[in-house]
């Protein structure tokens, strides 16, 4: 079945450090590929997706690259600011049993941004 | 325009009894998704409604259902709960199937059986 791995946290930097959050995945099709976004006490934000390979998504200085080659989907931001802090999750969307597009997720990576 | 909203925000029952949780997409969402996000977990597929029909179930118990209505809310109805049910209940709305569509989530109902 499909899933996802992505870097066990927590994950702890400085404010204006790069920051890297790596993902891979398992899938049977040709899925989409997404990362969303939970800030304490919320639900989740949808941050960034691809839907094809090579496909760029960004937002908010976020970026993520569809890597069909390497399954891979990898989050990166040049400079995080203390407000970046939240629960990263990598998630891909396949047609599961022919009837369906479920999300998939990873278990989440805690990012905390000291200043 | 209003996002997924979700009720109640917080819920509290013990062992055996019975909840029910709901959920409104954003205007113009056919579909409508359920997770389930246990503490320290991403969140868990139960669930996917299009258009009143269920079109997609994850690996839960048949003590989980659910229904969508004609104005495409939905509701979760889980029966004889357990201790580890408790957890952070997930809407998720689209606007249809296709794969690339974006889910958006609502705030969530956490719940606590004990």
């Known amino acids: 079945g499909d899933s996802v791995t992505q870097m066990e946290g927590p994950v702890t930097l400085s404010e204006e450090a790069f920051l890297t959050i790596n993902c891979t995945y398992t899938a049977t099709g040709y899925p989409s590929l997404f990362w969303y976004v939970q800030y304490p006490g919320e639900g989740l934000q949808l941050l960034l997706k691809?839907?094809?390979?090579?496909d760029k998504g960004s937002n908010k200085g976020f970026e993520a690259t569809y890597r069909k080659e390497t399954t891979s989907f990898h989050l990166e931001k040049g400079s995080v600011q203390v407000s970046d802090s939240a629960v990263y999750f990598c998630a891909l969307s396949d047609l599961s049993g022919g009837s369906n597009y479920k999300l998939t997720f990873g278990k989440g990576t805690l990012l905390t941004v000291n200043p | 325009d209003a996002g997924v909203t979700q009720s109640p925000t917080h819920l509290i029952k013990t062992r055996g009894q019975h909840v029910t949780l709901r959920c409104s997409p954003i205007s113009g969402h056919k579909s409508v998704s359920w997770y389930q996000q246990v503490l320290g977990q991403g969140p868990q597929f139960i669930f996917q409604?299009?258009?009143?029909?269920?079109?997609g179930r994850g690996n839960f118990p048949d003590r989980f259902s659910a229904r969508q209505f004609p104005n495409y809310s939905s509701e979760l109805n889980v029966n004889a709960l357990l201790l580890g049910d408790s957890a952070l209940y997930l809407c998720?709305?689209?606007?249809?199937?296709?794969?690339?569509?974006?889910?958006?989530f609502g705030p969530g109902t956490r719940l606590l059986v004990l």
């Open positions: 691809a839907t094809k390979a090579d």
């Open positions: 409604y299009y258009e009143k029909e269920e079109r």
């Open positions: 998720a709305s689209s606007r249809g199937l296709a794969g690339g569509e974006t889910q958006y």
